[in-house]
């Protein structure tokens, strides 16, 4: 199992550009997430989805868009890329049941807007 | 005030030393709370999911929630030098926090000195 994968691993936008990280998960958990992480600020809550076709808003939402067609992909759109977007982006995927807790997180993209 | 506070470091002990971290919150809503290891350039990694109050032990690793001093700790024994990591604690009111996202302490870098 390749757990949470995410594409691509490097990115470098101009100001202005629209991009869409990738995320991908083959655990089938039903919950999935977008955080970023900025030096000093820990890990911020971007969108997240609680199952295919239903998302809802994070702690950091504006200039972001996300979609869940299937329980797989997750993919986060930025529309107009600006330098304050220049973080590391981390998608997630988890699970909460009587048999147990799962929440794992991809390798990140590292974003860089100029 | 932040939702959830944390001191970042650097803390640096020597190799066998007993390592305390913390957090303290002030959400009373949050149920769920958990410890995350990160390595430099990697993604989070769950180390410790508790949830209300009490303690949970596994190998080297403790933690301990006290809701009512909404303060959570990590104690690690034996610390060895591959223990060097960010250690990030997170918290969340729902289902591990897969319906609602999690909220993160800023993190704090551990130094294990062999």
């Known amino acids: 199992n390749a757990g949470v994968t995410q594409t691509p691993k490097f990115q470098v936008l101009k100001t202005g550009q629209s991009m869409t990280l990738q995320c991908a998960q083959d655990?089938?958990?039903?919950?999935m997430s977008w955080y970023r992480q900025d030096p000093g600020m820990g890990l911020r809550l971007i969108h997240y989805?609680?199952?295919?076709?239903?998302?809802d808003q994070g702690e950091v939402p504006n200039g972001y868009n996300v979609s869940r067609s299937t329980t797989e992909d997750f993919p986060l759109r930025l529309l107009s890329a600006a330098p304050s977007q220049t973080s590391v982006y981390f998608c997630?995927?988890?699970?909460?049941?009587?048999?147990?807790?799962?929440?794992?997180f991809g390798s990140g993209t590292r974003l860089t807007v100029v | 005030q932040k939702e959830v506070e944390q001191d970042p470091g650097p803390l640096s002990v020597p190799e066998g030393a007993i390592v305390s971290l913390n957090c303290t919150y002030s959400?009373?809503?949050?149920?769920?709370f958990m410890w995350y290891r990160q390595y430099s350039r990697k993604g989070p990694e769950l180390l410790m999911y508790?949830?209300?109050?009490g303690n949970k032990e596994d190998g080297r690793f403790t933690a301990q929630v006290d809701k009512s001093s909404k303060y959570i700790s990590l104690f690690i024994r034996d610390s060895q030098p591959s223990d060097s990591a960010t250690y990030l604690c997170?918290?969340?009111?729902?289902?591990?926090?897969?319906?609602?996202?999690?909220?993160f302490g800023k993190g704090t870098h551990l130094i294990i000195q062999p």
């Open positions: 997630a995927s988890s699970y909460s049941s009587g048999s147990g807790y799962g929440y794992t």
């Open positions: 508790t949830y209300s109050s």
């Open positions: 655990m089938n958990h039903e919950y």
């Open positions: 997170a918290m969340s009111a729902m289902s591990g926090g897969g319906a609602d996202g999690l909220t």
């Open positions: 989805s609680v199952g295919a076709g239903i998302t």
């Open positions: 959400n009373s809503a949050f149920q769920y």
